[in-house]
């Protein structure tokens, strides 16, 4: 049995939330977010007002994806209410990023600059070097924010490069002098 999958999710104030054949609608102050889930589960609402998902039948792949769903619509009702947000480090001489327009250019130590095109529903701030990535659909939030991540990994030795602001690079030791 799924631990998560068993949890009613409750729904603040100010939110609303349709479920139609397992489309779940979820309206709140930040925005609007929309999902179908598989039909293998039963999304429904209780008499107390809270979400409640149930597997159709005991199949090790239905209760795999009941408690994915159950994370799924908690994502969606948090994310209408207080936005995600994922913070980037640009560490390394020279390297910068700077958001104009629609898009975020990053002085990376190459060569050329890299530009890159911010998807919609996202919002990016850069204020130094920390890069501030937030919007109400936690996937795109986590995706954009290792895209931007992958154009340079930090490297062990001097640690130069793009992290996350809770990650934490293992320094290696550099060349011995003889």
């Given at each position: 049995m799924s631990r998560i999958g068993k949890e009613k999710i409750e729904i603040p104030q100010g939110v609303e939330v349709k479920i139609e054949n397992n489309l779940v609608s979820v309206k709140g102050p930040k925005g609007n977010l929309e999902r179908q889930f598989l039909d293998i589960v039963i999304i429904s609402k209780d008499e107390d007002g809270k979400i409640?998902?149930?597997?159709?039948?005991?199949?090790?792949?239905?209760?795999?994806?009941?408690?994915?769903?159950?994370?799924?619509?908690?994502?969606?009702?948090?994310?209408?209410?207080?936005?995600?947000?994922?913070?980037?480090?640009?560490?390394?001489?020279?390297?910068?990023?700077?958001?104009?327009?629609?898009?975020?250019?990053?002085?990376?130590?190459?060569?050329?600059?890299?530009?890159?095109?911010?998807?919609?529903?996202?919002?990016?701030?850069?204020?130094?070097?920390?890069?501030?990535?937030?919007?109400?659909?936690?996937?795109?939030?986590?995706?954009?924010?290792?895209?931007v991540r992958i154009k340079k990994k930090p490297e062990p030795y001097k640690g130069k490069g793009i992290r996350y602001e809770d990650e934490i690079i293992i320094r290696k030791e550099g060349k011995k002098a003889a």
């Amino acid at each position: 049995m799924s631990r998560i999958g068993k949890e009613k999710i409750e729904i603040p104030q100010g939110v609303e939330v349709k479920i139609e054949n397992n489309l779940v609608s979820v309206k709140g102050p930040k925005g609007n977010l929309e999902r179908q889930f598989l039909d293998i589960v039963i999304i429904s609402k209780d008499e107390d007002g809270k979400i409640k998902v149930e597997p159709k039948n005991d199949e090790v792949f239905t209760r795999s994806i009941w408690g994915t769903t159950n994370s799924h619509i908690k994502n969606m009702v948090k994310g209408v209410t207080e936005s995600f947000v994922k913070k980037l480090i640009v560490e390394g001489v020279g390297f910068k990023a700077e958001v104009k327009g629609k898009n975020l250019d990053l002085s990376l130590g190459f060569s050329h600059p890299i530009s890159m095109e911010i998807p919609e529903g996202i919002d990016v701030v850069s204020e130094k070097n920390i890069v501030t990535i937030s919007g109400i659909d936690k996937e795109k939030v986590g995706l954009f924010a290792s895209k931007v991540r992958i154009k340079k990994k930090p490297e062990p030795y001097k640690g130069k490069g793009i992290r996350y602001e809770d990650e934490i690079i293992i320094r290696k030791e550099g060349k011995k002098a003889a």
